[in-house]
């Protein structure tokens, strides 16, 4: 190992710092302001000055001798995105377009193809189609796989990178080439872009007079007031005996769309979900506030591997506090909370921040949430459960200390179809037709 005089590496550290102080100012300017809760954090560690002087000439080794000229700016931002790409699938930095975009779609409304995306081993991978979009309607499938948008292959793409080239101009073509388990070649898929409004909550008549049916799509900031507002449009009509959430293929959104869900079906006082993370910010918990909106009629929650984050947070309480009976097959297993900030330059950070816990304190990161009653689809689509990712498949993901990571639940696709060919939905129905059966023969002894 060479020695460098005392001379050398003071000029090396200091311009190290300068050049790691460019890259992390925006990031410094945000946590700024949360000192309080980070103080004890930071005084852990202290900063590791060989790497930031190895990042240091690294920075200058290229700016000098790259085969172009290198944009600065351009480095450093790859450098941030490196730091967050390697902590785990979820955590990333957001361009000022890329936040942007974010805020429309927690409100619900955005221009594109209406698909959900995950990156595995550097492969885009559909995790949905999301219902009535484009995507859907082009004949895109859970477990696609996206190997390159208009021509241009997404190969050392990342995940942001996919999805900025599938959002744009309401009636522009984008055409996707995938592949797909069980076809022999890559094709495409000409897809017209259109608004993509999430109507997160779904209703359809089940044909049996009392028992009711509605889907949650996405967790948006509007959901649970949408779902009520649909909930007490059938009680207008009718008495609910009983109901069925059906969180299938759902991804998630936002924690506190899943908390008021959750809320409509316990009654006050009931734990609903509890978040740890290193900071005091990340610690929180959530009870519900108002009575059980079904006043206790019998309730199934359908999940299957496509239902996801939030959607494991309404099944997880339901299943814990006895409320529901989850029917369908293992979910996702994205057990982790990510907190999303805006940077001073207009761009955004989406950060891991808490691991989330069911109100028996379980975490179900990686593992999921196993039903009460496991229902398995058809068996043509059985035949091709393999291709749907879970979050235990991703790259980097949070490992859950509680369980051994070799044990990894089953695979399955799932495709929603409606009541003569969707044998989940008809196990629930006849649960439910069941457990009133049983309730009045018991009453009526």
């Given amino acids: 190992m060479k020695i460098l005089p005392s001379k050398t590496k003071s000029l090396l550290l200091q311009r190290a710092i300068t050049v790691i102080t460019a890259a992390l100012a925006s990031t410094t300017l945000l946590f700024s302001a949360q000192v309080h809760s980070q103080t004890d954090v930071r005084a852990e560690s202290n900063l590791p000055l060989e790497e930031i002087q190895l990042f240091a000439q690294v920075f200058s080794k290229i700016k000098s001798d790259y085969v172009d000229t290198v944009d600065e700016k351009k480095m450093l931002r790859d450098a941030i995105n490196g730091m967050l790409t390697g902590l785990d699938p979820h955590s990333a930095f957001l361009d000022e377009s890329a936040f942007s975009e974010m805020q429309i779609d927690t409100r619900g409304e955005f221009g594109g193809v209406g ?17 009535d979009t484009p995507a859907e309607r082009a004949g895109v499938q859970a477990g696609d796989k996206i190997l390159s948008i208009d021509g241009k292959s997404l190969a050392g793409k990342n995940l942001n990178d996919a999805v900025d080239k599938m959002r744009g101009e309401v009636g522009t073509p984008i055409v996707l080439t995938v592949s797909r388990e069980g076809v022999d070649k890559p094709f ?30 996405a967790f948006q900031a509007s959901s649970a007031r949408n779902l009520e507002k649909k909930i007490k449009k059938f009680q207008a009509k009718q008495a609910i005996k009983g109901f069925i959430l059906d969180l299938r293929n759902n991804p998630g959104g936002v924690l506190t769309g899943a908390v008021d869900i ?29 009575p059980d909106i079904l006043d206790g009629a019998p309730m199934v929650v359908l999940i299957n591997n496509g239902s996801a984050s939030a959607s494991e947070i309404v099944a997880g309480a339901l299943q814990d506090q006895g409320r529901a009976i989850i029917l369908g097959t293992q979910s996702f297993g994205k057990g982790s909370v990510q907190t999303i900030s805006q940077l001073p330059t207009g761009s955004g950070l989406k950060l891991t921040t808490a691991r989330y816990f069911t109100p028996d304190g379980r975490s179900i990161q990686e593992t999921g949430v196993t039903p009460d009653i496991l229902s398995e689809r058809t068996q043509s689509i059985k035949n091709n459960e393999d291709q749907q990712l879970r979050e235990v498949d991703l790259d980097r993901h949070l490992v859950n200390d509680a369980t051994n990571p070799s044990e990894k639940p089953s695979k399955e696709k799932d495709t929603l179809q409606w009541i003569t060919q969707d044998s989940q939905l008809r196990d629930a129905l006849n649960l439910l037709k069941g457990i009133n059966l049983a309730k009045g023969t018991k009453d009526a002894g």
């Fill in 188 to 217: 495409d898929i000409k897809i017209i872009r259109d608004v993509i409004q999430l109507t997160s909550v779904k209703t359809h008549d089940l044909g049996d007079p009392g028992y009711a049916y509605m889907r949650v799509t």
């Fill in 262 to 290: 959750s809320d409509l079906f316990l009654d006050q006082g009931k734990t609903i979900v509890a978040t740890h993370g290193r900071t005091a910010d990340s610690e929180s918990s959530f009870a519900a506030d108002s």
């Fill in 115 to 131: 698909i959900e995306v995950a990156i595995e081993d550097g492969v885009v991978h559909v995790v949905t189609p999301i219902d």
